[in-house]
């Protein structure tokens, strides 16, 4: 991002990915203490992710794009918006900063700090939700952008409040993410066996979105012969 160097970027990036991270695992923890309805477990656990997001972008985006997420850097890469080296230090800095974060929210909770989930995760059903939860929010990121780019944070944050209840897997959309939860055994948690399923089927949605909305945003077709033949 122009006027901030390397170094700045990446640790918004790592900080973003922590606090997303330590939210997303705290609340599961707190939800799941205060109380056996796992539907409310996890009404509160989305509430407090979504409202977190939008906080995320909006303060660190200027500063490095707020990714927080190696599959949307993978997009912008491709989008040749990000050098390679950029990226992979991108995704470096996401996946330290999340576990960081995980460790945080246990270190909060009196847990030890890092604890791998023996929660399963897996299976066709969830892999697409993960391919179709990944292919929103890229959609929603690259539409926003284009059309509203002040939206975004909210745009992000509302996008993933309901992903996590109209998809089976509950939207991780995020492989960065979804290392650090296998980290933790607890309402939020991912066995690390079932990852590779969901990071593939993650970053296939990515690239899916990326293609569709490349064409769908790049204005074409009669409308748009006409509007430059309309011009002075």
């Known amino acids: 991002m122009p006027g901030f160097d390397l170094p700045r970027r990446l640790t918004a990036e790592a900080l973003g990915t922590a606090l997303l991270v330590a939210t997303v695992v705290g609340s599961g923890i707190m939800a799941e203490s205060l109380t056996r309805d796992v539907a409310l477990a996890l009404l509160g656990n989305t509430l407090a992710t979504g409202a977190m997001l939008v906080v995320l972008i909006t303060i660190l985006g200027p500063i490095s794009g707020a990714h927080f ?57 969830q892999w697409l939700a993960e391919g179709v939860a990944a292919f929103g929010l890229v959609a929603a990121i690259l539409a926003g952008i284009r059309f509203e780019r002040g939206a975004v944070p909210w745009l992000v944050g509302l996008y993933i409040t309901a992903a996590y209840w109209f998809t089976s897997s509950t939207s991780f959309a995020n492989p960065a993410v ?55």
């Open 178 to 232: 979804a290392i650090a939860r296998s980290l933790t055994n607890s309402f939020s948690g991912i066995r690390p066996i079932d990852l590779p399923g969901f990071i593939a089927a993650e970053l296939c949605g990515s690239v899916a979105a990326l293609m569709l909305m490349s064409w769908l945003l790049r204005a074409g077709g009669v409308g748009a012969a006409m509007a430059r033949e309309a011009q002075p």
């Open 69 to 125: 997420n190696p599959a949307v850097t993978l997009v912008f890469a491709l989008k040749r918006e990000l050098p390679p080296r950029e990226a992979l230090s991108y995704v470096l800095a996401q996946v330290a900063g999340g576990v960081a974060g995980t460790m945080v929210a246990h270190a909060m909770f009196a847990l030890p700090l890092l604890d791998a989930s023996l929660k399963i995760r897996t299976g066709g059903a």
